[in-house]
Nanobody
Framework: QVQLVESGGGLVQPGGSLRLSCAASGSIFRIQTMGWYRQAPGKQRELVADITSGGTTIYQDSVKGRFTISRDNAENTVYLQMNSLKPEDTAVYSC???????????????WGQGTQVTVSA
């Protein structure tokens, strides 16, 4: 069974920084992508950033230049460094991974439980 466990959320003032971590564990053969999504109250879930096993990254336009996604392939861990945080970044941030559990299995989508990020004075 695959688990994604997030950490690092919390309350921060505007302009501050937070670092989120997400570790994947369990039966994992190959991870294709790892990324972060967020959902604010009353809004749809949206992609924040994503990174492939080769290091190719995608960012939502609103976080470009402020957020940095990185990945430790050996530890099956993805990080999201969030700088210059704004109140509109407030949301539940969820880790996502597309991976194979065994060499013969299809790629499947897995989610973490989510961590709250609140940006407020």
């Amino acid at each position: 069974q695959v688990q994604l466990v997030e950490s690092g959320g919390g309350l921060v003032q505007p302009g501050g920084s937070l670092r989120l971590s997400c570790a994947a564990s369990g039966s994992i053969f190959r991870i294709q992508t790892m990324g972060w999504y967020r959902q604010a109250p009353g809004k749809q879930r949206e992609l924040v950033a994503d990174i492939t096993s080769g290091g190719t990254t995608i960012y939502q336009d609103s976080v470009k230049g402020r957020f940095t996604i990185s990945r430790d392939n050996a530890e099956n861990t993805v990080y999201l460094q969030m700088n210059s945080l704004k109140p509109e970044d407030t949301a539940v941030y969820s880790c996502n991974s597309v991976l194979q559990e065994t060499s013969g299995s299809i790629y499947r989508n897995y989610w973490g439980q989510g961590t709250q990020v609140t940006v407020s004075a």
